[in-house]
């Protein structure tokens, strides 16, 4: 586990923003499941094109297609 903060810190806006840019920056590529109102999913991704990284993402095509 890697972390910026020390056990026991309090989560807040802050933190989960830096903790998402940490994972983007150590990972080789983001993958994004599913972020409909997951800011820090999100947020990880946004960093991760912002340092090269490739993202992959799956496409959640329920709602999109009509029969």
């Known amino acids: 586990m890697v972390s910026l ?3 026991g ?7 989960l923003k830096a903790s998402s840019r940490l994972m983007a ?8 499941i ?3 109102d997951h800011a ?3 947020r990880t991704a946004e960093s991760a094109i912002a340092l090269n990284r490739p ?3 799956r496409v959640n095509w329920t ?3 009509r029969s």
Not at 9 to 15: E, V
Not at 25 to 32: I, P, Q, S
């Open 25 to 32: 920056a150590l990972a080789r590529a983001a993958v994004l």
């Open 63 to 65: 709602g999109l297609l």
């Open 55 to 57: 993202l992959l993402a």
């Open 40 to 42: 820090e999913a999100t």
């Open 9 to 15: 810190t309090a989560a807040s806006s802050a933190t």
């Open 5 to 7: 903060y020390r056990p």
């Open 34 to 36: 599913e972020a409909l």
